[in-house]
Each structure stands twice: as structure tokens, then as C-alpha cells.
T-cell receptor, first 114, second 115 residues
Framework: GNSVTQMEGPVTLSEEAFLTINCTYT??????LFWYVQYPGEGLQLLLK?????DKGSNKGFEATYRKETTSFHLEKGSVQVSDSAVYFC?????????????FGKGTKLSVKP | DAGVTQSPTHLIKTRGQHVTLRCSPI?????VSWYQQVLGQGPQFIFQ???????GRGNFPDRFSARQFPNYSSELNVNALLLGDSALYLC??????????????FGQGTRLTVV
């Protein structure tokens, strides 16, 4: 079946440190891949997405590249800020057909210290 | 434009009771999906509706049901509540259910606590 595995947290970094959150997926066919962010007490916000192999999604300094050969979609940011503290979810969706539900990983909590 | 709105924001119920959660999608969006997020876990898909028809159902018991109204708003109903139903229930709306570039927009969620 389709599934997403992301690195366990929590991840604690100092401000301006480099961030990597690993995400790998298992899926038949060609899914779209997403990173969502959840700030404390809030719902999910789409951070970035990629819809085909070798696509790079980017937003707010975050980047992730769709790697079909390694079935991965790792999230990176060159210099994190305190305001980036949140829970990050990797997700996939199969496109086409009549159903398009998202399948999420368990989430990785990021804490950035000043 | 208003985003996805969910009501109520918080709810406390007793085991065995029934609960109804409500969701209003973004104007123009015809697809609504429901997800359950247990503390410390990622959201799990419950239902998807499009044009008032059920398009998908996750691995949840029959105690969970939903419907979509002509104005595309939706209700999620849970009967015979169990302690394990305590979670954040998220609603997401999109223009259509499965397009490659379709983005799902999430509401703030309803925090359900079963005691």
C-alpha cells in the first residue's frame, strides 16, 4: 500500500543552522508529494509540493526535490529561524481517478532556539 | 475570502454520546475531505466528498459517517463515542478530488475530547 515515512523528532536546532528532515515514500504509480506545516494550535498549511520526478518545490526558504530513484522528498532549509518552530508533515497523493486523499507521515517536530 | 471554517473549535463529550462536526469549504470548492489527527500522529483520512457524493472512505468503523450538502458544506458524525476518538478533526477543501495540481486547504480543526 501507499505510505510515508519521515524521520523521528523532535529536532532541536540553533537559529541559522541548516535543516534537513528526511522523508521517503512507498507508492504504486506516480504520486504528488507535499510538505505541510502545523504551527501550535493551528491546522495544516501547505509549505511546498512537487508533482513529478526531479521537480523541486520551494517556499519561504524551504526546498524539497522529488527523487523517484530513491523514493524520497527530503525537506531542507539553509538557515532556520525561531519562527520555523512547528511540526512538519510529509505527504503523498495519487492523482487521477475519483479519489485524492492525502497520506501523511507521522510528523517531525522542529524547535529552533535563539 | 474566508478560508475553510470548522465548528465548533473545541468539544468535550462523554463516552457513548454522539457528535456532529461541521465544515464550510472555501467558496467555489466542491470537494471536502475529513481527517483525524490523534495527538503525536499524522492526519488519517476518514472521508472524501465531491458534488455531494462519497468519493472515498478510509479505514474507520461504521460509527463514523458524513454527508455533504447542496452548498458543499459538510458534516462529520460519530456515534457511540470511545475514548480513542479523542483527536483533532480536520476538514480540507479543494476544487476537485484528485487533480494533479489540486491543492487541499485545511481548516483549523475541531478538538474533540471524549471523557
Amino acid at each position: 500500500g501507499n505510505s510515508v515515512t519521515q524521520m523521528e523528532g523532535p529536532v532541536t536546532l540553533s537559529e541559522e543552522a541548516f535543516l534537513t528532515i528526511n522523508c521517503t515514500y512507498t507508492a504504486t504509480g506516480y504520486p504528488s508529494l507535499f510538505w505541510y506545516v502545523q504551527y501550535p494550535g493551528e491546522g495544516l498549511q501547505l509549505l511546498l509540493k512537487a508533482t513529478k520526478a526531479d521537480d523541486k518545490g520551494s517556499n519561504k526558504g524551504f526546498e524539497a526535490t522529488y527523487r523517484k530513484e530513491t523514493t524520497s522528498f527530503h525537506l531542507e532549509k539553509g538557515s532556520v529561524q525561531v519562527s520555523d518552530s512547528a511540526v512538519y508533515f510529509c505527504a503523498l497523493r495519487k492523482y487521477g481517478g475519483s479519489q485524492g486523499n492525502l497520506i501523511f507521515g507521522k510528523g517531525t517536530k522542529l524547535s529552533v532556539k535563539p | 475570502d474566508a478560508g475553510v471554517t470548522q465548528s465548533p473549535t473545541h468539544l468535550i463529550k462523554t463516552r457513548g454520546q454522539h457528535v456532529t462536526l461541521r465544515c464550510s469549504p472555501i467558496s467555489g470548492h466542491k470537494s471536502v475531505s475529513w481527517y483525524q489527527q490523534v495527538l503525536g500522529q499524522g492526519p488519517q483520512f476518514i472521508f472524501q466528498y465531491y458534488e455531494k457524493e462519497e468519493r472515498g472512505r478510509g479505514n474507520f468503523p461504521d460509527r463514523f459517517s458524513a454527508r455533504q450538502f447542496p452548498n458543499y458544506s459538510s458534516e462529520l458524525n460519530v456515534n457511540a463515542l470511545l475514548l480513542g476518538d479523542s483527536a483533532l478533526y480536520l476538514c480540507a477543501s479543494s476544487t476537485n478530488p484528485g487533480g494533479m495540481n489540486t491543492e487541499a486547504f485545511f481548516g483549523q480543526g475541531t478538538r474533540l475530547t471524549v471523557v
